[in-house]
């Protein structure tokens, strides 16, 4: 055990709350637009079909001569749970507990889009969509318990964007974010772990026999922290596109997002708990306030128009997740330290190529393949975020029955790498264990009204 570890304990259990089993790596979501799902995304910052460009590239709203709203919604079902091999306390004894249950519930993201063509080189529009997001959920008696019970991070993004057709072939867009983020987490407390560190100052090598003959061995008296704090953050996103009757080219740049989230820790002890170890202490209910950098991503897109019915696309998207590499807290407690934890990610990239038929004035067809990124290296892994890299597949469809409705619809394959876990937890422990065979399967309908 680390010295002082009985005053990180409810610190680190922190540190690790933003993060989490999502569709995208990391915890961002990809989930923006029905039709652009149905080709695994590959259209991106390129294709500008409809009002959806909002997010994917404002410069893309030139392309829309009437104005349109959209409506999308798409369902998450993840299959991820976790295989125990081994894992062990402080004592070196096995952890009691459980695989702790599918690490995700049903997830539901939601994002709506409107653009209003000003002129015929002018367009503005609004966008309110779930950028980034995680929702992990195990049983009480998860053998990770001491790392991770529930978290849950929703973000908001309002996007208003403006575009600018600068000559017949070549837009510009901008949009400015004001999002907002809500944080909730919980992990189990192992106060026997924690009488240990306490008393082993004063008693030494008697510590762990004081503990036991005051009813607090390890895992044997378990109490549970939860946390919530929100606050919000503004961001800007800029995007360029090239056009002609057959070929189109976009980029698009949306910047960094920061946040001081501020909000409560709420601790449930029981009762020997404080009898053994004090009250007014550590691990009592107190404000808290969190740094929160959510990253920068850039991505280029074509699309080729190769005859009247058939395109191909391909998008290249590079998140920035390096910014993720400390995660500052502050506890209003004065006997619970501020704590600046590494976090360790890397830069990654998504890539995805896809096509789309159309068959007539009512139907298109799409299909697609992406490959994306997991920004957590092994060694860094926790049992809050369950991420490893992932082929999608995709497939889907446009009915269109008349001028001013269209009706899409998508599903995607998500299919992950196994994801091997070994890492020190809060209260000396080590988890070790693996997420085998985590699949993902989304659907996602959306509609569109033309004015």
């Given amino acids: 055990m680390k010295p002082k570890i009985w005053q990180q304990m409810c610190v680190l259990s922190l540190l690790p709350a933003f993060t989490g089993y999502t569709q995208a790596a990391g915890f961002k979501v ?3 637009s029905t039709s652009a799902l149905g080709a695994a995304n590959s259209a991106g910052a390129a294709q500008a079909n409809d009002a959806t460009t909002v997010f994917s590239n404002p410069a893309g709203m030139t392309q829309l001569s009437k104005q349109q709203v959209i409506g999308n919604f798409s369902l998450i079902d993840i299959d991820a749970e976790f295989s125990n091999n081994g894992s062990f306390d402080a ?3 096995p952890i009691a507990g459980s695989s702790g249950g599918n690490a995700a519930p049903l997830l539901h993201v939601p994002a709506g889009y409107w653009v209003k063509p000003l002129n015929d080189t002018m367009a503005v529009g609004l966008g309110i969509t779930v950028p ?3 929702t992990t959920e195990y049983n009480s008696s998860f053998v990770g318990r001491y790392g991770a019970l529930e978290s849950e991070l929703l973000t908001v993004d309002f996007n208003p964007s403006f575009a600018m057709e600068l000559s017949d072939n070549f837009s510009v867009g901008l949009g400015v974010s004001a999002r907002y983020a809500d944080v909730t987490l919980s992990n189990a407390i192992e106060y026997g772990a924690v009488c240990f560190s306490a008393l082993a100052p004063t008693l030494g090598a008697a510590a762990p026999a004081a503990c036991v003959a005051n009813g607090l061995a390890p895992q044997t008296v378990d109490g ?8 919000w953050g503004f961001g800007y996103n800029i995007g360029v596109l090239y056009h002609t009757d057959s070929f189109k080219v976009g980029a698009q740049y949306r910047s960094n997002v920061e946040f001081d989230l501020e909000g409560d820790a709420n601790f449930t002890n029981p009762a020997i708990v404080n009898a053994v170890l004090g009250a ?3 691990f009592a209910d107190t404000g808290i306030t969190a740094e929160l950098n959510l990253p920068e991503t850039w991505n280029l897109s074509a699309a080729w128009m190769i005859n009247s019915q058939w395109t191909i696309m391909a998008d290249y998207l590079h998140t920035q997740w390096s910014r993720f590499r400390t995660l500052a807290v502050e506890f209003d407690n004065p006997a619970q330290p501020d704590l600046v934890e590494k976090e360790h990610w890397d830069n990654v990239a998504r890539i995805s190529v896809g096509t789309e038929y159309k068959h007539s004035d009512q139907w298109t067809f799409r ?5 994306d990124e997991s920004p957590v290296p092994d060694e860094y892994a926790r049992p809050r975020i369950p991420d490893s890299d992932r082929f999608i ?3 889907g469809f446009a009915w269109s029955p008349d001028q001013h409705w269209t009706v899409d619809a998508a599903y995607n394959l998500l299919i992950a790498d196994d994801s091997d876990l070994a890492s020190e937890g809060n209260y000396g422990e080590t988890l070790i264990g693996s997420y085998d065979s985590t699949k993902v399967n989304l659907l996602s309908v959306g509609l569109t009204y033309t004015f």
């Fill in 91 to 93: 004592a070196g004894q």
């Fill in 393 to 395: 597949y995709a497939v």
């Fill in 132 to 134: 980034y997001g995680l």
């Fill in 367 to 371: 299909a697609g393949i992406g490959h």
């Fill in 280 to 282: 007014g202490g550590a």
């Fill in 30 to 32: 990809n989930e923006y």
């Fill in 224 to 231: 549970t922290v939860e946390l919530a704090g929100d606050d």
